[in-house]
């Protein structure tokens, strides 16, 4: 009976932080979106002149795509760093291997997203 509960108590907790890490980033990733867009619109006059003077259209493109790479990628190595740690302190709850590479993938996945989302806002302004 003892570890019947155990087991429920485990898979509940499991379930919650699963729950909340999906929450989390979902926020991250309207997150990223949201700062990302709010540059592109802030610069929008800039590109506008830049390309009346005679820049090619690749080249406004990277420089946007250059700027939300640093600042995507720059929080992708703390969401890294950060799930490293995160996983370190849960494996005094959970049982869980220290360094599980889907634990520390999805921090990487959504810095991808965000390095290759840039070209969207691009469209609207």
Do not use: N
Not at 64 to 89: C, F, M, P
Not at 95 to 100: E, S, V
């Amino acid at each position: 009976m003892r570890s019947i509960r155990a087991l429920d108590y485990l898979s509940l907790t499991g379930s919650l932080l699963g729950a909340f890490a999906t929450v989390g980033l979902l926020l991250a990733a309207i997150g990223i979106y949201g700062v990302v867009s709010y540059t592109v619109a802030q610069r929008t006059g800039e590109l506008g002149i830049r390309m009346a003077l005679g820049a090619q259209t690749r080249d406004v493109l990277w420089l946007v795509l250059r700027k939300g790479a640093i600042v995507v990628l720059t929080g992708a190595v703390i969401g890294l760093v950060g799930a490293y740690l995160v996983s370190r302190l849960l494996i005094a709850f959970i049982p869980l291997p220290t360094r599980d590479p889907l634990i520390l993938a999805c921090p990487g996945y959504g810095g991808a997203g965000g390095v290759l989302h840039p070209r969207a806002p691009r469209h609207e302004s």
